[in-house]
C-alpha cells in the first residue's frame, strides 16, 4: 500500500500548488477584481487537500527508504523537510493573509509584495516536487534512460545451472554501477527477433568492483535468448547506463533479508560477491528457492561466500525434491514463515530484498504482511520470462 500511496500523494499535491499558482497568475494578468478574490479565498480550502498530500508523500517516503540516505532516496528525503518547512512558515500564512486582504478588497503594497512571496514559495515547492517525481520515476524503472548507452563486446558465457547461462562483457570505461542495478541490453543484428523486438531489462550479477559485467539468464526458446545465446565471441551488444534502487541499504545495524527465486538470485548474487570484496558490515540472510539443485544457478559460489563471509547466510531450498538428479540433504519446500523464523531472531529489524516471477514475489509480500513487516522495509523487483 505506501508504495501505491507515495506517487499517489507527491501527484495531488504537486497538481494542487500548481493549481493555485497558475490560478494567481491568471486571474491577476486577465481577470477582474472579482475573480481574485474568488481565488484567493478559495486557496486556502485547498491547504484541506494539499496538506495530507504533502504529509502523506513524505511519511510514505521515508517509509519506503528503508533506512537509505545515500544516492536519489537521500536526495529525495532531504528535498521534504524544505518542502514542508516552506509550506508552513510561508504558503500556509502568506494565502491565509492575502485571502482576508482579498476578502476586504484591500490591493494594496502589502497585498502585492505577500503575494509575490507566496509566488517564489510556490514555485520553489513546484520544483522540488517535480525533482522528487523525477527521482521517483528512475528509481521505480519507469524512467527510460536509454540516452547513454554503450557498445560492449562479450568476453565469455558459462552454463550455471540446468538451462541457465551466465554472458560476461568487458566493462567499458567509466561505467559504475551499485551492486543489485539492472540495464537494458540490445542486440546488434540479432540473428532472428520478434514482437518483443532486441532489447530487455537485465540484472547486472556482477559486483561493481569487477572488471566484468555480467548477466544471467534462463534460455528460454524465444527469438532473444536465442540469438543471445549464439552471440560470437567479441560480438556487440548495446548497454544502458545502470538504473534501479534494489541495492543494499546504507545502515549496517539494520540486517538484510534476501527472498530470492530462481533466476531472482541475480541481484543478491551482485550484492554478496560486493559485501564479501568490500567487507560490509551487514549481516545478510539468503532465503534461495528453486525446484531442484541442479536448477540452482551460482548455488555453489554463494555456498563458498558463506564461508568467507561470516557475516553472510545461505538457505536454500528445494520445492520439488523428490525428482532430484543429485542428492539434497537441505532444506525442502517454498520459502514460508516457519523456515524464516527458524533462522531470523527478530523478523521485524531486517530490510527484506525480493527478487524473482511475479507470483513468487506477490507470495513473498503476502507472507511479509501477515508476519507484520512494514511495506516500507520491503523492497522487490519481479522477473518474467521473455
Do not use: C
Amino acid at each position: 500500500m505506501t508504495k501505491l500511496i507515495h506517487p499517489v500523494a507527491g501527484t495531488i499535491a504537486l497538481l494542487t500548488i500548481l493549481t493555485f499558482w497558475f490560478s494567481t497568475v491568471l486571474a491577476e494578468l486577465f481577470a477582474s477584481d472579482g475573480t481574485i478574490i474568488a481565488v484567493k479565498t478559495a486557496i486556502p480550502w485547498g491547504f484541506l487537500l494539499l496538506v495530507p498530500a504533502i504529509a502523506a508523500a513524505g511519511g510514505s517516503g521515508l517509509a519506503l527508504s528503508g533506512g537509505r540516505r545515500a544516492g536519489v532516496v537521500g536526495a529525495k528525503l532531504r528535498r521534504m523537510p524544505v518542502i514542508a518547512a516552506n509550506g508552513i512558515l510561508v504558503l500556509i500564512p502568506s494565502a491565509l493573509f492575502l485571502a482576508a486582504k482579498a476578502h476586504a478588497a484591500e490591493f494594496d503594497t502589502m497585498f502585492y509584495a505577500v503575494q509575490t512571496l507566496e509566488m517564489i514559495a510556490g514555485a520553489t515547492n513546484i520544483a522540488l516536487l517535480s525533482l522528487n517525481m523525477r527521482d521517483g520515476l528512475k528509481l521505480s524503472g519507469r524512467l527510460n534512460r536509454q540516452s547513454v548507452t554503450h557498445e560492449v563486446q562479450l568476453v565469455g558465457r558459462d552454463m550455471v545451472a540446468d538451462g541457465t547461462m551466465a554472458f560476461r562483457f568487458a566493462k567499458p570505461a567509466g561505467f559504475r554501477h551499485l551492486a543489485g542495478q539492472s540495464i537494458s541490453l540490445t542486440l546488434l543484428n540479432p540473428s532472428e527477433t520478434d514482437s518483443k523486438g532486441s532489447s530487455r531489462h537485465l540484472t547486472l550479477a556482477s559486483g561493481p568492483e569487477e572488471p566484468e559485467l555480467m548477466v544471467a539468464t534462463r534460455l528460454r526458446d524465444t527469438a532473444f535468448k536465442r540469438s543471445l545465446a549464439s552471440l560470437p565471441m567479441g560480438g556487440g551488444v548495446r548497454m544502458t547506463d545502470p538504473n534501479g534502487d534494489l541495492t543494499l541499504h546504507d545502515d549496517p545495524m539494520r540486517p538484510a533479508v534476501f527472498l530470492a527465486g530462481g533466476i531472482g538470485i541475480t541481484p543478491f548474487l551482485a550484492m554478496a560477491r560486493y559485501a564479501a570484496a568490500a567487507r560490509l558490515p551487514h549481516r545478510i540472510t539468503l532465503f534461495y528457492s528453486n525446484r531442484r539443485p541442479e536448477n540452482a544457478a551460482f548455488l555453489g559460489e554463494l555456498q563458498w561466500l558463506q564461508k568467507t563471509n561470516p557475516n553472510f547466510n545461505v538457505v536454500a531450498t528445494m520445492t520439488a525434491a523428490s525428482e532430484v538428479a543429485q542428492p539434497w540433504d537441505g532444506q525442502t519446500g517454498a520459502i514460508n514463515a516457519a523456515l524464516m523464523r527458524r533462522h531470523l531472531p527478530d523478523m521485524l529489524a531486517p530490510i527484506y530484498y525480493l527478487a524473482g516471477s511475479p507470483a513468487m514475489v506477490g507470495a513473498m509480500h503476502e507472507m511479509l504482511s501477515g508476519l507484520g513487516v512494514n511495506d516500507g522495509d520491503v523492497r522487490s523487483e519481479e522477473l518474467s520470462g521473455y
